[in-house]
């Protein structure tokens, strides 16, 4: 990891009321991954959750860590035609309990991994 590596963490609540609309919102995110994967070079990490405990709304949130290798990345990322498509998909079609929260951050201490020994 080197400083100039940017971290953005995503909460997503999708809207109670049809069975389906949490399962939408993962597959409207799982194509927009892919295509982060095939056109943004600096994008080096997307992962989509799911929370374990359900949510104050009922539903499960979603939760996205992305990890981009630069400020120019980060920065080309919401400018993205896939992006603007995504946003306009889970705002048009109502997919929202409540707007989209997102966290820029930098790692200050802690660690990634380990090896794990059996």
Avoid: C, W
Wanted: glycine share 6%; net charge negative; charged share 25%.
């Amino acid at each position: 990891m080197t400083s100039h590596e940017i971290d953005l963490v995503a909460i997503i609540s999708p809207k109670e009321g049809k069975v389906d609309r949490e399962h939408q919102v993962v597959q409207l995110l799982e194509s927009f991954g892919s295509s982060i994967q095939k056109n943004e070079p600096g994008a080096l990490k997307f992962q989509i959750h799911r929370e374990v405990s359900p949510s104050a709304s009922g539903s499960d949130d979603i939760v996205m860590i992305e990890k981009y290798a630069n400020q120019s990345a980060y920065d080309n990322h919401p400018t993205t035609p896939e992006f603007q498509n995504m946003v306009k998909t889970l705002i048009g079609e109502d997919l929202l309990a409540a707007p989209m929260v997102s966290k820029t951050v930098r790692p200050v201490g802690g660690f990634a991994s380990r090896e794990l020994r059996g």
